[in-house]
């Protein structure tokens, strides 16, 4: 069965510190993947998601997620980290029903401090 | 333009009685999706439309939860004889189509407590 896990549920980085999210999904195939973040009392919001070529993908809010077959995992990364990015962040995987079901992860929590 | 809309926004409800949660997805997505987020349960599918069917009702935690959608546009979640354990956040999201990889927007959500 198609599985998400983010290991992290609670980050707390510097603002100004970089950033990286863990992801891994279990999936049989090439994997559609995303992630979202979701700010407090607000719906959630693509940061960005991979389905084919680059493994690189640049996202919204200069956020940037790295595909790696091998390692089944997708981190989502940022070089510099501003105090607006705090928020709960959450990676799915697209369904294999090919139905656009997404199956999410636990989420991770970020907190910025000043 | 208009993004998903959901409403209400927060609904209180006591034990054993029906609420409706609604859904107004983005004009001209064919597909409609509905999410509940709870503590430790993190985010589960409950259904999906496509257009005014429901191909994929799986997520549905028992037969006390049930969803429509017409004329292609508006869904309705109702949940009867409401229980704590329902007490969550109902997301909505919509999307062009339900092709895998299509982006899904997400709607604000509606936040239920079963008293």
């Known amino acids: 069965a198609q599985s998400v896990t983010q290991p992290d549920i609670h980050i707390t980085v510097s603002e100004g510190a970089s950033l990286e999210l863990r992801c891994n999904y279990s999936y049989g195939a090439t994997p559609y993947l995303f992630w979202y973040v979701q700010s407090p009392g607000q719906g959630l919001q693509l940061l960005l998601k991979y389905f084919s070529g680059d493994t690189l993908v640049q996202g919204i809010k200069g956020f940037e997620a790295e595909f790696k077959r091998s390692q089944s995992s997708f981190n989502l990364r940022k070089p510099s980290v501003h105090w607006s990015d705090a928020a709960e962040y959450f990676c799915?995987?697209?369904?294999?029903?090919?139905?656009?079901?997404?199956?999410f992860g636990q989420g991770t929590t970020l907190q910025v401090k000043p | 333009g208009a993004g998903v809309s959901q409403s209400p926004s927060n609904k209180v409800t006591e034990k054993g009685k029906d609420v409706e949660l609604r859904c107004d997805p983005i004009s001209g997505h064919t597909a409609l999706y509905w999410y509940r987020q709870s503590l430790g349960q993190g985010l589960e599918f409950l259904i999906y439309f496509q257009g005014n069917s429901a191909p994929d009702k799986s997520g549905l935690p028992s037969d006390r939860f049930s969803a429509e959608r017409t004329g292609g546009s508006v869904s309705t979640l109702t949940i009867q004889r409401t229980q704590q354990e329902d007490s969550a956040v109902y997301l909505c999201?919509?999307?062009?189509?339900?092709?895998?990889?299509?982006?899904?927007?997400f709607g604000p959500g509606t936040r239920l407590l079963v008293l």
């Open positions: 999201a919509s999307s062009l189509d339900d092709i895998g990889g299509e982006t899904q927007y």
């Open positions: 799915a995987v697209g369904s294999t029903s090919n139905t656009g079901k997404l199956i």
